[in-house]
């Protein structure tokens, strides 16, 4: 089984957001990186099915600066064979130039499947994934919270607002992998010692000029202040009026 | 001539709720732009049903596209359909609602019209011809006003963030073909959710359970109270749904769902930032919580402090009475 | 309850790492984080190891870490597997005592002073948890001066047979196999005492549990009573001899000490902060008081100073050069500090700071056991006086 595994370098989620001097980015002072966690559940996946198959290869492909060999080597680290970052200075907010960059590095790569995590924690684009399997003319299922594979075909789950879809599909295909698709392991020690020798393959990228530009990063309001309006029954009426008069929400 | 359009979804043959939504926005944007807004249905034959008030929520044209096998989404089929509208309408903008099927629609689009998408916007605005998208970043930490430079204009909608429209267009109904695509996957079946549940990012009111509750069977008290307050959807913390007590679906925070509902309530919620990051934007928060120094009282506009066990119940009674009465 | 620990970092320590040493910390601190901490609570009050995560430590290759990959072994250098202890014992020292065990005292002796047959047969299955092993070396009567054990082992045609008691053993209990350290020759002689490798279900051999501890509760403690116990020829460790080869091995354990030590005192100052900056009396959070950002200040100078000791002690092991003085200026003063910021963790949260809820009385408890085993905290200011001034104040 050859299975690619687009990962992202992104913030760590509980970082404070500062905004940068530029007033476009974040301050990446002091801010730690990660391996996208949705990612984690597309590289265990891929990781599993390699090794019910018993054999194949597991590529990492990812699209950011220097720093992301780091990220690779996490995901080497936990499995994975070999890695090539598409390297430029900033990874573009643009989703489809990502996509695009993408979609040129994995076109003949001759991949079984490739995963993606449903969404980037940091731009929330949830759009990278598909986008890439509507550039390579892949069948494409999004939000994957099951998986199973047949052969050259495979049946996956995804939640919607009314109930679970069960989407039958050919391989090759692209998946995007939601939370609960299953559990992420550790990187072992073992494994970190082992990605150390494992190749990374580094390559330029270019992108179209950009149609999508932010023109702005900034904090969210704050909220007004609230208040507790009490302790223990005695102050149940008390909500339920002001729910009623003050915030006109019952 | 340009306009906007909009792409609705509808659920059991009735028009989805946020497709008013979406409507709302995409007039929104026409009538910055200049232009009429067209909204497309796609579906089985017989969808114009669902279709039917598309003009009571602001649209000038509904243009309706039926084949046999477009009964449930159709990512292929759906995607080439609207597709080819978008392209032969010459739209200034196209809006979809960010919703499971939104999600997975959208950026198929954007690479069949060969332009950038801005998902997920809370906000919409015109400068200068140029449509500017506002939209949550950083697991809602901070905000990203992006330009669309490029036409259509493509963006998805979150959830609660456009109110609905208002009637008084004429909704002209036209059928348009339906354009099967490649057809590369096959929805099978969908398994229905349990009756009648309203989902967690579309209610307009959510009660949401911790850990607090101590228990998966004290839930029950989660989903009185939701039914006391009418449409009201119940939620869940990441905890609880590791725990296996509530399912994924109903987990609201950043790696769960993010939700901008008219009143949220948080019940034996500590308010750890992954969930905050989910439901910050709610309008009201109440927070309960035993714990006065519990991070979650910091968001809440009124919260209240004591045994959920004892509170919620009586909360239940009060809002049923005030409901009522 | 606090933020997820991501650790505590004043002096950009983490720079002064490789990257594999801090992907290596990364590893233990989530797994800490995700699978220990939810039960450690529960495991600590019930007063029991928690057995059902051995495998997965196992499969993540805590045991033995710094020994070669060819026994299936990580193979990583020092300070990483100081990173680990820290990270262990950011948990529970009762969790990290398990680990030193297994890796330290039994896996370490084996390897150190085993044959080639014994390290292909013992160390894998080791690594993998599929064994577990215990260190008989203190006994009722003889603690701090460990040659004057009366275990004793005597040569017989087909092997050896063991007659003592040992105490105070960690995982005596649940180990398959005891490093047991015994005396030869004659009963006061010293040099005549070698290890052993010897089965925990060998005739003879039983091993109790000890009641009633208040400190490193969520760790089996034990006696072990061998009478009679037989062994092959293989069960002798061949190149052990004198009380200078278990004493090597507790140089090791008491390296990963150092850094462990380090690690709890960070748990506690972790909680502490963020205690301090949510708990309000008087209108304001307590960490506004003077008093507590005294202790705060003083909390996180001793860790920052702990943990630049171990680096160093690391580094200085890997280019093999570490002394045994050097490791117990370090098992001294870190596991002393760490005493001390525990208890005053505990003081600044007040009430709440009794609950098992909150980790730094347990910590606290923990440490007292830490302060007094691998070398009493007043028997390495002895060592330190013996090498400063060469001259023994021992007796």
């Known amino acids: ?250 | 001539m340009a306009g906007t359009l909009a792409v609705t979804e509808h659920k059991g043959g009735a028009l989805r709720k946020v497709s008013r939504e979406v409507v709302a926005a995409a007039r929104q944007l026409a009538d910055a732009l200049g232009g009429t807004v067209d909204a497309i249905v796609v579906g089985a034959p017989g969808v114009d049903a669902a279709g039917a008030d598309l003009g009571g929520a602001g649209a000038d044209r509904v243009l309706v596209a039926t084949h046999d096998s477009f009964g449930r989404y159709t990512p292929d089929g759906y995607a080439a359909t609207i597709a080819a509208q978008a392209k032969a309408g010459g739209y200034a903008a196209v809006v979809v609602a960010a919703t499971a099927t939104g999600k997975d629609l959208a950026p198929r689009l954007a690479v069949l019209l060969d332009v950038p998408l801005a998902s997920d916007v809370t906000g919409l605005a015109v400068e200068l011809g140029t449509v500017v998208a506002t939209r949550p970043v950083y697991a809602g930490k901070a905000i990203q006003q992006v330009a669309l430079n490029a036409a259509p204009a493509l963006v998805s909608i979150r959830p609660n963030s456009f109110a609905p429209g208002v009637a008084g267009h004429a909704g002209a109904v036209s059928n348009v073909n339906a354009a099967l695509g490649a057809a590369r996957v096959t929805v099978r079946d969908v398994r229905a959710a349990q009756q009648g549940a309203l989902d967690v990012a579309e209610a307009p009111i959510v009660v949401s359970g911790g850990r607090g509750l101590k228990a998966p069977e004290h839930f029950k008290l989660i989903e009185d109270l939701a039914r006391a307050l009418g449409t009201a959807a119940v939620g869940a913390s990441r905890a609880v749904v590791d725990a296996g007590w509530r399912p994924h679906g109903e987990q609201v925070g950043q790696t769960g769902k993010t939700v901008s509902p008219e009143l949220y309530v948080a019940v034996g919620i500590s308010g750890a930032i992954q969930h905050l990051a989910g439901m910050r934007t709610a309008k009201i928060i109440v927070a309960i919580n035993k714990d006065k120094d519990a991070p979650i009282f910091k968001v809440a506009d009124y919260g209240i402090v004591g045994d959920l066990f004892e509170i919620v119940p009586r909360l239940t009674e009060e809002i049923a009475k005030v409901r009522a009465g | 309850m606090a933020p997820r620990f991501e650790g505590v970092d004043f002096y950009d320590i983490g720079s002064l790492l490789s990257e594999e040493e801090r992907a290596v910390r990364q590893t233990v601190r989530d797994w800490i984080e995700e699978r220990l901490l939810p039960v450690i609570n529960d495991c600590y009050v019930e007063g029991h190891f928690p057995t059902e995560l051995i495998p997965e430590m196992a499969r993540l290759g805590f045991f033995g870490a710094n020994l070669p990959e060819e026994y299936g072994c990580a193979g990583l250098n020092n300070v990483a597997y100081g990173l680990i202890m820290q990270e262990l014992e950011r948990g529970d020292s009762g969790v990290r005592s398990f680990a030193s065990v297994q890796g330290g005292l039994v896996m370490y002796p084996i390897f150190q002073f085993g044959s080639a047959e014994q390290k292909t047969h013992w160390l894998p299955r080791l690594a993998s948890g599929e064994l577990i092993g215990c260190f008989g070396l203190t006994e009722p009567d003889y603690g701090s001066n460990p040659g004057g054990m009366i275990t004793t082992a005597k040569e017989t045609k087909d092997g050896w047979v063991l007659n003592g008691a040992k105490m105070w053993i960690t995982n005596g209990s649940t180990a398959d196999i005891a490093i047991v350290w015994a005396k030869t020759g004659a009963i006061d002689d010293p040099t005549s005492i070698r290890g052993f490798v010897v089965p925990t279900d060998a005739p003879g051999f039983t091993a109790k549990d000890q009641k009633g501890k208040l400190s490193l509760r969520a760790s089996d403690t034990s006696e072990l009573v061998l009478v009679d116990v037989k062994v092959g020829r293989d069960a002798l460790l061949p190149k052990s001899g004198g009380v200078k080869s278990p004493l090597m091995c507790l140089t090791q354990a008491r390296y990963g000490i150092a850094w462990g030590a380090v690690g709890a005192a960070m748990a506690c100052y972790h909680e502490a902060v963020s205690y301090g900056k949510q708990r309000v009396m008087f209108n304001k959070p307590i960490a506004s008081f003077q008093l507590q950002q005294a202790r705060l200040a003083q909390m996180l100078t001793e860790i920052t100073k702990g943990q630049l000791l171990c680096l160093q002690l690391g580094r200085l092991k890997d280019k093999g050069t570490m002394t045994p003085q050097q490791v117990s200026l370090a098992k001294r003063n870190n596991v002393d500090m760490a005493c001390e910021v525990a208890r005053e963790a505990r003081r600044l949260l007040g009430a709440n700071g009794i609950l098992v809820e909150y980790s730094a009385m347990r910590h606290m408890a923990n440490l007292e056991s830490v302060y007094t085993y691998e070398g009493t905290h007043d028997m390495h200011t002895l060592i330190l006086g013996e090498e400063i001034t060469g001259i023994s104040a021992f007796e």
């Open chain 1, 1 to 250: 089984m050859k299975i690619a595994v687009c990962i992202k370098r992104v913030p760590d989620t509980e970082a404070r957001v500062k905004v940068a001097g530029d007033g476009v980015s974040i301050d990446e002072a002091g801010v730690k990186f990660i391996l996208n966690p949705y990612d984690e559940y597309a590289l265990e996946e891929a990781l599993q099915r390699k090794e019910q198959a018993g054999a194949g290869e597991v590529v990492v492909v990812t699209l950011g600066p220097e720093a992301a060999q780091e990220t690779i080597r996490t995901a080497l680290a936990m499995g994975a064979d070999r890695g090539v970052l598409l390297k430029c200075d900033a990874i573009p907010a643009d989703g489809l130039a990502v996509a695009k960059a993408l979609a040129g590095e994995l076109k003949d790569g001759g991949y079984d499947l490739v995963l993606f995590g449903k969404l980037a924690v940091d731009d929330a684009n949830h759009a990278v994934g598909p986008m890439v399997a509507e550039l390579l003319g892949l069948p494409c299922v999004t939000a994957v919270v099951k998986l199973e594979l047949e052969g050259g075909t495979g049946t996956a789950e995804r939640e919607t607002e009314g109930g679970v879809e069960v989407v039958d599909f050919a391989q090759p295909a692209v998946l995007t992998c939601e939370k609960g698709l299953n559990t992420p392991r550790y990187p072992a020690l073992k494994g970190i010692m082992a990605a150390k020798k494992k190749p990374i393959e580094a390559k330029p990228v270019a992108f179209e000029a950009g149609r999508y530009a932010v023109q702005s990063l900034s904090l969210p309001p704050d909220r007004k202040e609230g208040r507790i309006v009490g302790e223990g029954l005695g102050a149940v009426s008390e909500l339920v009026r002001l729910l009623r008069t003050e915030a006109k929400v019952i």
